[in-house]
């Protein structure tokens, strides 16, 4: 067995004997199913509690696509904040307990460490959101009675790739800062910074940041630029940030 696969397999049972396993696989299902049902009730539920009122609210019927962008939404952002805030230690946590100094006594080099925890814990991500993806397809079918899986699946994989690229960068800021809540706080200041990029149109339309407004668009059938170029930098983004989190790691006293 390669030095990889047993830090792999190191990685998915810390995975599986933490809270990991729980906190944001749960997370994820319960905004996929929830969506559906709320986004159906809205317009109803606004316009009850505006009826007889000098300034009622009357809304058009909820369709999928409200609670597509209910998910889309989520995945944007709530589920994006918890996958900061839970991997602000994922490098410095085991540097501190002396975790990483054990592991590394034995003839493994410090790039298949830092490589095997992208690799399982991108896989664990990508298999969340996918899992969260269907569940939010499934009861949109159950909720409108259509569900046109174009609409959904592809800016879903285009907000996979965004959150691949938060985790990559966490990895890094995490071989960068000790303190895991330091580390988080570093993730959350490069998720404002790609919000305020995408609203520029030059980022919007050539880098990450674009992605999640493309992914709306999609959603509510508006006009949007390619996604190509976004997903392509995103992509050499993550990539990027996982070399750059093995070259700092090399250099750093354990």
């Given at each position: ?11 998915a049972q810390e ?125 949109t079918q159950l ?112």
């Open positions: 067995m390669s030095s990889f696969e047993v830090l792999a397999r190191k990685e995975i599986v004997h933490t809270w990991r396993i729980w906190v944001l696989p749960v997370l994820v299902v319960f905004f996929a199913v929830i969506g559906p049902p709320l986004a159906r009730i809205t317009p109803e539920l606004l316009g009850s509690l505006t009826a007889g009122t000098q300034g009622a609210v009357t809304l058009p019927p909820a369709t999928f696509a409200d609670a597509y962008g209910q998910w889309i939404k989520n995945l944007s952002q709530i589920i994006l904040f918890a996958i900061i805030i839970m991997y602000g230690g994922m490098v410095s946590t085991e540097v501190r307990e002396g975790t990483a100094a054990f592991v590394l006594t034995k003839p493994i080099r410090r790039s298949t460490f830092i490589t095997a925890k992208a690799a399982v814990h991108g896989l664990f991500v990508t298999t969340v959101i996918i899992a969260g993806t269907l569940a939010t397809w499934l009861a909720v409108f009675g259509e569900a046109p899986a174009a609409r959904l699946w592809g800016p879903a994989l285009l907000l996979l790739l965004y959150a691949l690229l938060i985790l990559a960068f966490m990895e890094l800021f995490s071989v960068l800062i000790p303190a895991p809540a330091g580390a988080a706080g570093a993730g959350l200041g490069l998720y404002a910074l790609l919000v305020v990029g995408g609203a520029w149109e030059p980022l919007a339309n050539y880098s990450p940041a674009g992605l999640p407004g493309i992914a709306a668009a999609i959603i509510a059938n508006q006009p949007h630029t390619s996604s190509a170029w976004p997903a392509v930098t995103g992509a050499a983004a993550a990539g990027a940030a996982v070399v750059l989190a093995i070259r700092v790691f090399k250099r750093k006293e354990l």
